[in-house]
């Protein structure tokens, strides 16, 4: 199941910083100008180039007011970043217009505001970037300045002038989409894996207030029996019949009370805490018990031989992921959820398999991927981790931990007549149990509860 505490909602725009798009802007206005001067000077074509300066120096000088105006840090908002890259687009429009329109090479360029939209701001900013795009680029085919030239102008076919304008529109609508798809599956799985960093925090946190505690039993240890050494001391001394000597008593029974819950402590430091390694089938015991309010059947099957049973570490990772799938597969279940373990000298495999409605066909082979949807729904069904749009999260942070701890998933349906899901975790058995002899608990029987593996029936 998904931490409760860790809250994702989805995808994120954190916009664009000033500073980058202050430094492409100069950029852009350094590449005018240097086109403007070679066309003007260098191969002595006649363009009205004072206007044109002009409408340069405009760019320069909205730079140089944002440099001044907002600190080099500053991220401008979606709605501002879309400002400037709709002036930006009209800038071009008003050099191409004084330059030739369409039929000047440097029409191309319309496409990088709208991708630098795609990749960076929300779909609705680009749609309408592209949108003046378009409106600018019909209002270019219309009229425009002649393209620089020697002699007489060169006069293109309308035809050929529609052409530029088709392809500027198509290059628009493609690139802007594929940039927009590229960009938002990287976002994707940035803020699932800032999920997964979050879970794993959690679980070192817990690990860390072990450490603390253990900690200060140490610390604790010496004034407790001190004070336990001074009770015993006041309890001889103290006559008979006294009104004092009960609560003498009790407080000798509370300092030794202390003393108990102290070595306890100590105990999860030393590596000697009886959880620190377990059996396969008592992890997955572990897993199973918090779930068995829900309105569905646990089946737990392991192998009748069960003398090389392989012991494990109680890693918090495998639980987490394990309890999130096992979580998942008893929210569809319409009557039971199947657990099978199995191990050999090699591997050991457990299966998670549920009989409700599967997952949907189309999208099998992408399980996993975070904020996956199909058909507008969750691919996990929308399992209780997940936020209300269903994003598919839980899913991805549980292969993550697992994959993590040395694990390979499988995801699949069954076959008919029998419907549901099946999850398959397999590790190699080498790798499993060197982690847990890394832990440095005790192997023998006593270091190894009883859990008696219960099933539920309806």
């Known amino acids: 199941m998904t931490d409760p505490h860790v809250r994702v909602t989805g995808p994120h725009h954190f916009g664009l910083?000033?500073?980058?798009?202050?430094?492409?802007?100069?950029?852009?206005?350094?590449?005018?100008?240097?086109?403007?001067?070679?066309?003007?000077?260098?191969?002595?074509?006649?363009?009205?180039?004072?206007?044109?300066f002009v409408v340069v120096g405009i760019t320069a000088a909205v730079n140089i007011a944002l440099r001044l105006g907002y600190g080099s840090t500053y991220r401008l908002s979606d709605k501002e970043a879309g400002a400037l890259?709709?002036?930006?687009?009209?800038?071009?429009?008003?050099?191409?217009?004084?330059?030739?329109?369409?039929?000047?090479?440097?029409s191309i360029l319309f496409l990088a505001p709208v991708l630098i939209s795609a990749m960076a701001l929300k779909p609705r900013t680009t749609l309408l970037l592209g949108g003046l795009v378009v409106l600018v680029s019909s209002m270019l085919v219309v009229h425009s300045h002649p393209l620089p030239w020697?002699?007489?102008?060169?006069?293109?076919?309308?035809?050929?002038?529609?052409?530029?304008?088709?392809?500027?529109?198509?290059?628009?609508?493609f690139i802007g989409a594929y940039a927009w798809r590229v960009a938002d599956e990287t976002r994707k799985l940035s803020d699932a894996l800032a999920a997964t960093e979050l879970?794993?925090?959690?679980?070192?946190?817990?690990?860390?207030?072990?450490?603390?505690?253990?900690?200060?039993?140490?610390?604790?240890?010496?004034?407790?029996a001190t004070i336990a050494l001074v009770t015993r001391e006041l309890e001889r001394a103290m006559p008979e019949n006294t009104p004092h000597g009960a609560d003498i008593k009790l407080l000798r029974q509370q300092t030794e009370r202390c003393r108990t819950i102290l070595r306890t402590l100590t105990s999860l430091e030393s590596g000697l805490a009886p959880f620190d390694k377990i059996t396969l089938s008592h992890l997955v015991e572990d897993v199973v018990a918090p779930l068995r309010d829900f309105?569905?059947?646990?089946?737990?099957?392991f192998p009748e031989d069960r003398s090389r049973e392989p012991v494990v570490a109680r890693n918090p990772a495998i639980l987490y992921g394990l309890e999130s799938i096992v979580e998942n597969a008893a929210d569809f279940a319409r009557e039971k959820v199947l657990i099978e373990a199995n191990w050999d000298d090699q591997e050991v495999n457990i299966a998670v398999s549920d009989d409700g409605p599967g997952f949907a066909p189309e999208i099998l082979s992408r399980i996993g991927e975070p904020y996956l949807r199909a058909r507008g729904q969750s691919v996990l069904r929308k399992g209780k981790g997940d936020d209300e749009a269903g994003l598919g999260l839980g899913f991805f942070i549980a292969k993550t931990l697992l994959e993590r701890g040395g694990g390979t998933l499988r995801v699949e349906n069954r076959t008919a007549p029998r419907t549901g899901a099946v999850v398959r975790i397999q590790w190699r058995r080498d790798a499993l149990e060197a982690s847990a002899a890394t832990t440095g608990a005790r192997t023998d029987s006593e270091s190894v509860p009883s859990l008696a593996i219960r099933t539920r029936a309806h």
Not at 23 to 37: E, I, K, S, Y
Not at 85 to 105: C, E, K, S
């Open 199 to 224: 879970v794993l925090a959690r679980e070192q946190q817990i690990s860390a207030i072990d450490g603390l505690a253990a900690a200060a039993a140490h610390e604790l240890g010496t004034p407790l």
């Open 85 to 106: 890259l709709a002036f930006d687009i009209v800038q071009l429009a008003m050099l191409l217009y004084l330059t030739g329109g369409l039929v000047n090479p440097f």
């Open 295 to 301: 309105d569905t059947g646990f089946e737990i099957v």
């Open 150 to 173: 020697r002699g007489e102008p060169i006069i293109l076919p309308p035809a050929y002038i529609v052409g530029i304008w088709a392809s500027i529109i198509v290059s628009v609508v």
């Open 17 to 52: 910083s000033l500073n980058a798009l202050i430094n492409l802007r100069w950029l852009a206005v350094v590449g005018q100008t240097v086109a403007l001067a070679i066309v003007e000077w260098g191969l002595d074509f006649s363009l009205p180039a004072v206007a044109a």
